[in-house]
């Protein structure tokens, strides 16, 4: 992520992500610093693609709440604007969808670009904790592994894990589990050797 050391207001975010040279841009605001996010590959994109069908299927019969892809605004305070790879809101705290959500995601998913550094990521998912995230997952597409974050009383509580091990949704999507190794593309097969 390029910051920009700018303090801005949501309104001032709003015409400044506007503005015709950003419209293919993508920014978010962390505590009024602009924050310029990287193009995602398309690694990355077939990666939240596939989460947000496995969590909608996992949903549908369900009907707990909803899960959106990247590009959607939650904008719980001022000078705080973030678009999550993937999100997760329970019906509890939207009976119904808003035409914004003043809230953040009760489960936000970021996947990690090669551009993003371990400090940046930290940082990321202390501010989903401190308005009131309830779980992050960050997942690393390289390593083909996930960290698992929730709050905890000092600082946050973390928990790797790697293929052969599974995702599991907790309190908050219950009986949700997802084997690691199904959140990446397959390994890409040897051809077969001649004789």
Not at 5 to 16: D, G, I
Not at 55 to 72: C, H, M, Q, R
Not at 123 to 128: E, G, P, R, T
Not at 159 to 167: A, D, K, Y
């Amino acid at each position: 992520m390029e910051n920009v050391q700018t303090r801005l207001s949501n309104a001032a975010f709003r015409h400044f992500e506007g503005l015709p040279h950003n419209l293919h841009k993508r920014f978010e605001l962390h505590n009024g610093e602009l924050i310029e996010m990287p193009s995602p590959s398309p690694l990355h994109q077939w990666i939240v693609a596939r989460l947000v069908f496995l969590i909608s299927k996992w949903l549908e019969p369900a009907a707990l709440g909803y899960v959106f892809g990247d590009n959607l605004d939650y904008e719980p305070a001022e000078g705080v604007i973030v678009k999550p790879d993937v999100s997760f809101v329970s019906r509890q705290r939207a009976p119904s969808l808003p035409q914004t959500f003043q809230i953040m995601p009760d489960l936000a998913v970021e996947v990690v670009s090669p551009s993003n550094t371990e400090r940046e990521m930290l940082q990321k998912v202390q501010l989903y904790f401190a308005h009131q995230a309830q779980v992050v997952w960050v997942i690393y597409p390289d390593q083909r592994m996930v960290r698992v974050y929730t709050p905890a009383a000092q600082g946050v509580h973390v928990r790797q894990l790697v293929e052969g091990e599974t995702l599991e949704g907790g309190a908050l999507l219950p009986d949700f589990a997802l084997p690691i190794a199904e959140i990446f593309p397959k390994p890409e097969a040897e051809p077969p050797h001649e004789a």
